[in-house]
């Protein structure tokens, strides 16, 4: 951060002042994240969204076709845009700003950390089993709680800038692998840096949007000139999203150690991907449109408060980055990711890949504060990929072209099938959650099916 004037000098000392005692006195100070509580709505064990998760979403109904701001619980979403309405905000911090009478999450975020967290905690206290408010309020029930079958959430957030690293060290390994061979799998960089490209948000979709199988131009003889064609190698790649909440002025440099105060939540990320239109299209420039046809995310926005049990060291770095990429390593989060395959002949999805986001090499606090070393500004909204994630084994990999070593060693389903890549009619869903003593906090799912390339062998239009 540049200091501009005394207000910025304490916002720094308060914020090291805070990591400090953070770490030596309690990582786990949030009230709202005593696994104690519980809410006056059933919530079963294994469900991803008991009252210590309360993530953000915006949906629809029959009745609500201009999108409602919602949190969830259990099988339930509570409609904050009714609640505030009836003025159940009052007390904290976003009272009398109409937040929540917006179709996405945006000027929410835009209000910060504290903010965030206040309404949570009013949240948790409206949900709580001893709390009578809504409990014995028949009427009021009616109006906010909402089944989640009768809901279909829409994207959340007006996402603005989309970056995706690329930190997973045993990812990067894999694909370095494939591509240069096993002696130098890493570029020169990746170890000094985490390594990012600048995507596409125009095409980010919620969970349950189709992913049309996309045309390109392709390489697939080296000693033969590029052909143009319907994608031979879709795949997906898990990743984690973070959502920046706070801004950044342009020309400022978010320091590490304040990176947590400008994210607002996560979301699980599905990196859609074509193979063979960006092995031959991405150099020297990097991926472009065999990245940017459809990426797709989780409804729920998780708030790192919620994920707070769950933060973990991450692995050593060596060597040691540079200053401004230097903190104490505890902001990575044990998150058990699943990857599911169901083919068009499966009656039920198979599990093809069980991981775990703990070990990435590079966290966000890095990934902010090298993305604004330059000075690049952070908008509300804006969204960060972790980059693919991957574990030591074959089956921790993140992705198809890591699952079948390059489409050398296809899958095999559990109906007899093969899979190198996804064929038309695959259906991906990814999972993740943390798991507590007797709860979880999850982030539901993403989920999308291959449907067919349009216009298929028909020469691209002019
Ligand atoms: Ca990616």
Request: proline content about 6%; overall charge negative.
């Amino acid at each position: 951060m540049t200091i501009k004037n005394a207000h910025q000098v304490d916002h720094v000392r308060s914020i090291n002042q805070a990591n400090i005692l953070e770490h030596h006195v309690n990582l786990h100070a949030i009230a709202e994240n005593n696994p104690a509580f519980k809410s006056f709505i059933d919530v079963a064990p294994d469900s991803d969204f008991p009252i210590q998760n309360l993530p953000f979403c915006v949906f629809k109904t029959g009745e609500i076709m201009g999108g409602h701001i919602g949190s969830r619980i259990g099988q339930w979403i509570l409609d904050l845009t009714r609640l505030e309405q009836e003025g159940y905000f009052q007390d904290t911090r976003v009272s009398g700003k109409n937040i929540f009478q917006h179709a996405t999450l945006n000027p929410f975020m835009a209000e910060g950390k504290e903010a965030c967290r206040e309404v949570r905690a009013r949240l948790s206290q409206l949900l709580r089993d001893e709390n009578p408010q809504l409990r014995d309020h028949a009427s009021l029930r009616k109006r906010v709680l909402i089944p989640v079958e009768q809901v279909h959430p829409v994207l959340p957030v007006d996402i603005g800038g989309f970056t995706d690293f690329y930190s997973s060290k045993e990812h990067a390994t894999n694909l370095g692998r494939m591509f240069r061979g096993k002696d130098q799998p890493l570029m020169p960089n990746w170890l000094h840096l985490p390594v990012a490209y600048d995507g596409r948000s125009s095409s980010i979709v919620v969970s349950g949007n189709d992913v049309r199988r996309p045309m390109g131009q392709t390489k697939p003889d080296a000693e033969k000139p590029p052909v143009y064609g319907a994608c031979k190698k879709l795949d997906f790649e898990i990743e984690l999203g973070c959502f920046i909440g706070a801004s950044s002025a342009q020309g400022e440099q978010i320091p590490v150690g304040a990176a947590p105060d400008h994210v607002f939540g996560m979301v699980l990320f599905n990196d859609w991907s074509a193979r063979d239109i960006q092995s031959w299209e991405y150099q020297p420039l990097g991926p472009f449109l065999g990245k940017n046809f459809c990426s797709s995310i989780s409804p729920w926005v998780v708030t790192l408060d919620a994920l707070e049990p769950f933060r973990v060291a991450g692995p050593a770095q060596e060597p040691q980055p540079l200053p401004y990429l230097q903190h104490e390593r505890l902001w990575n989060y044990d998150i058990n990711l699943f990857v599911e395959l169901q083919s068009g002949a499966m009656h039920q999805a198979q599990v093809i890949s069980a991981l775990n986001f703990k070990a990435m090499y590079w966290d966000f606090c890095q990934q902010l504060a090298h993305h604004t070393i330059n000075g690049c500004k952070m908008r509300p909204g804006d969204l960060f990929a972790s980059g693919t994630v991957s574990g030591k084994t074959r089956g921790e990999c993140g992705s198809m072209i890591e699952l079948s070593w390059g489409g050398a060693e296809p899958l095999r389903l559990s109906s007899g099938e093969e899979r190198a890549f996804l064929e038309d009619g695959d259906r991906v869903t990814m999972k993740a959650y943390c798991q507590g003593d007797g709860y979880r906090i999850g982030f539901g799912e993403v989920t999308g099916t291959v449907i067919p390339a349009l216009n298929a062998g028909q020469p691209a239009s002019v």
